[in-house]
């Protein structure tokens, strides 16, 4: 079993919809969590990042942990064709030695006018 | 955020040579800085994790001998590829982590494209 689970997709979005990605990691002691959001051909770049139960808002961008379950999503609101990237759900294990992150596969969005 | 810059974007050496790579904190300094491979349409995949002074921390399967990593300040770290392969083209990305409060965030550099014919 893979440590951070991420559906590969592409998950296809009208413009102006809700997008949501889903993520899932195996180490329960999991202290922090990441989204990343990487354009084809570049570095992947911060969206947010969450350390407690609950949702937390970012302009468009909400993520929601719920380490019971073990489980964290991202949604985005009002989607926009730029939006179209690979999503990276990062995670940050208590047991992890130094603050080395483990990465899910990521989730490829496409965002259709 | 906080800006890590990497260099070169791309390279494109001989089989056979060596390639250094630079991964620099501009407006922090840096605890620890990581290095990723990614080849085409897959994740993240940790190599090494450096900190400053010490000998980086390799992940398993990562030839240490092949992946030479220095780190010689809190804002500075490099890669070398060394007797570089076709093989070893891929998307190289460096990362530097710092903390804030009790928390620790990560940055990426650009990252560099190495193609090796």
């Known amino acids: 079993q893979k440590e951070v689970e991420q559906n590969s997709g592409p998950l296809s979005v009208p413009e102006g919809a809700i997008a949501s990605l889903n993520c899932t990691y195996s180490d329960r002691g999991s202290q922090s969590f990441f989204w990343y959001r990487q354009y084809s051909g570049k570095s992947p770049e911060l969206i947010m990042f969450i350390y407690s139960n609950g949702d937390k808002e970012d302009g468009r961008f909400t993520a929601q942990l719920n380490k019971a379950s073990q489980y964290v999503s991202l949604l985005i609101r009002d989607s926009q064709p730029s939006d179209s990237a690979t999503y990276l759900c990062a995670v940050k294990g208590f047991e992890t030695a130094g603050n080395k992150l483990t990465f899910g596969g990521g989730t490829r969005v496409l965002v259709k006018p | 955020g906080a800006v890590v810059s990497q260099h070169p974007s791309r390279v494109i050496c001989k089989s056979g040579t060596s390639v250094k790579i630079e991964c620099r904190s501009l407006?922090?300094?840096?605890?620890?800085m990581f290095w990723y491979r990614q080849f085409p349409k897959q994740s993240l995949m940790l190599m090494a994790t450096s900190n400053e002074g010490s000998k980086a921390t390799y992940e398993q399967g990562v030839e240490k001998d092949k992946f030479l990593i220095n780190h010689a300040s809190l804002t500075l770290s490099t890669l070398t590829v060394t007797s570089a392969h076709p093989e070893d083209s891929s998307f190289y990305i460096c990362?530097?982590?710092?903390?804030?409060?009790?928390?620790?965030?990560?940055?990426f550099g650009q990252g560099t494209r190495l193609t090796v014919v």
């Open positions: 990362s530097a982590s710092f903390r804030v409060g009790l928390n620790t965030e990560a940055f």
């Open positions: 407006d922090f300094q840096a605890t620890t």
